[in-house]
């Protein structure tokens, strides 16, 4: 079985992990580039690639944050490709640049490795227009590249996926509402294994109460802030993406500690506490009557897969919908793939653990696989 190494280059530091098949080979974490540890980003990814086993390597897959409207699935990367992903950075400032010099050094040290993009937004290709649309003139829309392209593909199309398996069920025959809970949060309702529709939006800025992201907000607060409060764009960007969420109504974006300080009795956390849970408990409610049938919820990434409180609080009430925890299936002592609703229950609650590496190892794999079938047949 040929290798897959994945790289996941941000701005500062370097993910990497080797596969072979679906296991692990070796993986790590290059931190602080540029800023004290390697130079550069090439200097850090020579440095990964002398240290791994690169034998039967038989490609190189790239995590992509966005790949506008574009990119519906991975692609082998071309020059055409990498001018895409560019013309993308203004969508993606701060992630398509760092994700595309990792693409560049890996070509120019590994040339003859086929590169695949895997993008984190393809997966949410299949939204229909009306949830990809925002409700302004649509030629304004239209200039400006103005629509829905959700994040976090690769996870809810990974968790789908495995919480099909864990039911027993034909994905493409099963509807997960998924919660990806990490810093970032988004959830999405997974149709039959396509996305339906999504929270995060133009930007991985809408949707849920984040670790410093607002979330969903009324528009007219960022006019507010320039035209009375006096801010200019940049800072109602960086209050809104950095210092808002639970930092910003709590001062701190750890669940953990916001649960403590709530167990405690801290008004500040038991606020944000709520307002993170019980937004997230609207989204399940609208996602359930968009998909009209829902067979699953799945908690996954840090707090999802973690916090059994946050999954109680955000899911508590919703029997009339038939969702419900089981709180002796989920009292903090399992982990890996579980449900944890009733025997029974008409929809089953499951945390399922995200692996984004993994996932793009396989979407890599399929490239390939894609990629050389019709030569074969020939
Ligand atoms: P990222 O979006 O950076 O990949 P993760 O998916 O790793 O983030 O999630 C990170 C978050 O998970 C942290 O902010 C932390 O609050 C939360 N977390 C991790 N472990 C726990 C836990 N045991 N209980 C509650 N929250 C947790």
Redesign the pocket.
Same mark, same amino acid.
């Given at each position: 079985m040929s290798r897959i190494l994945v790289l996941n280059c941000g701005s500062s530091s370097v993910k990497w992990r080797l596969f072979h098949g679906s296991d692990t080979a070796g993986k790590g974490l290059v931190e602080r580039v540029g800023s004290g540890g390697p130079a550069d980003h090439e200097a850090a990814l020579a440095s990964i690639l002398s240290s791994v086993d690169l034998s039967g390597l038989a490609a190189v897959g790239h995590r992509v944050v966005h790949g506008g409207d574009r990119f519906s699935a991975p692609t082998i990367v071309t020059d055409e490709v990498i001018a895409a992903v560019r013309d993308l950075v203004p969508l993606a400032p701060l992630h398509n640049p760092a994700n595309l010099t990792g693409i560049e050094v890996a070509r120019r040290l590994l040339p003859d490795v086929t590169q695949v993009a895997v993008f984190d937004t393809a997966f949410h290709r299949t939204m229909p227009a009306w949830a990809r649309a925002y409700a302004i003139d649509t030629s304004v829309a239209d200039r400006w590249g103005i629509q829905r392209y959700g994040f976090h593909g690769t996870s809810h199309e990974y968790v789908s996926r495995r919480t099909a398996a864990l039911l027993g069920r034909e994905v493409t025959d099963t509807n997960v509402i998924t919660l990806?809970? %990490?810093? %970032?949060a988004s959830a999405c309702a997974v149709k039959g294994g396509r996305s339906l529709i999504t929270s995060m939006g133009m930007s991985p800025l809408e949707g849920l109460v984040m %670790?410093t992201r607002s979330g969903d907000i009324d528009p007219t607060i960022i006019f507010h802030l320039r035209r009375v409060g006096g801010l200019d764009v940049d800072q109602i960007d960086e209050l809104l993406n950095r210092r808002s969420g639970l930092v910003g109504l709590a001062g701190d974006?750890?669940?953990?500690? !916001? !649960?403590a300080r709530r167990d405690a009795g801290d008004a500040a956390a038991t606020l944000a506490f709520d307002m993170y849970c019980q937004r997230i408990k609207g989204y399940v409610g609208a996602y359930a009557a968009l998909l009209g049938r829902v067979d699953a919820v799945t908690f996954t990434? %840090? +707090?999802?897969?973690?916090?059994a409180p +946050?999954r109680a609080a955000a899911l508590a009430g919703l029997t009339a919908f038939g969702i419900a925890v089981d709180p002796d299936r989920d009292d903090g002592a399992r982990s890996g793939e579980r449900i944890i609703s009733p025997d029974g229950a008409p929809v089953a609650v499951c945390v399922v653990p995200?692996d984004e590496e993994l996932e793009i190892a396989i979407q890599t794999r399929g490239v390939l696989e894609a990629d050389r079938a019709p030569s074969e047949q020939r």
């Open positions: 990806h809970l %990490g810093n %970032g %670790g974006n750890d669940m953990r500690e !916001i !649960i990434a %840090g +707090v999802g897969e973690n916090a +946050v995200t």
